[in-house]
């Protein structure tokens, strides 16, 4: 029987980052086992939710030759992370890239720093790293995107 995993790979949080609608966070990662993605975390937005934290939000699943989209509401805020569930989890092969990529409207968000590049979960190894897609300052080191979820 599958199992869930929870991968963070922060070790500090810090603010703000902004988003100014124009930018896209991405990371590209690698799992040594076949996995089910079942979700994406970010962090929480520095202020109160607005009002349009309803709208615009969108997270991609690229893998291969597929493109996973789905837009969720924006519900945390402060330090806390937002855990963006898959409707559909993404199966994934072992040792196959895939990335997440998120798009916002205009918010200022807190962010992950000095995060991990490789973490490991029972003995299972993920490994996080700059996409092409990203038009901002997330990489293996920062950024919006705090984890992923699966089954393994």
């Known amino acids: 029987m599958a199992r869930e995993f929870q991968v963070l790979r922060h070790t500090n949080v810090d603010g703000p980052w902004h988003l100014d609608g124009d930018n896209t966070d991405a990371l ?6 076949n996995i089910a993605l079942t ?17 615009g939000n969108t997270i991609r699943v ?6 996973y989209e789905q837009t969720y509401v924006i519900s945390a805020n402060g330090q806390q992370t937002q855990t963006v569930s898959i409707i559909n989890p993404i199966p994934i092969i072992a ?29 299972i190894v ?6 092409p897609l990203c038009t901002t300052d997330t990489d293996e080191e920062q ?4 984890g992923i979820e699966f089954n393994a």
Request: with cysteine; net charge negative.
């Open 126 to 131: 993920i490994t996080f790293e700059r996409s």
């Open 39 to 55: 979700a994406v975390i970010l962090y929480g937005l520095i202020n109160d939710i607005p009002d349009l934290a309803d709208r």
């Open 95 to 123: 040792n196959t890239g895939f990335t997440v990529v998120v798009d916002t409207p205009t918010f200022y968000v807190h962010y992950g720093t000095q995060c991990q590049a490789i973490c490991t979960t029972d003995d």
């Open 143 to 146: 950024g919006q995107i705090a």
């Open 62 to 67: 690229h893998y291969g030759n597929e493109r």
């Open 28 to 33: 590209t990662i690698t799992v040594d086992t």
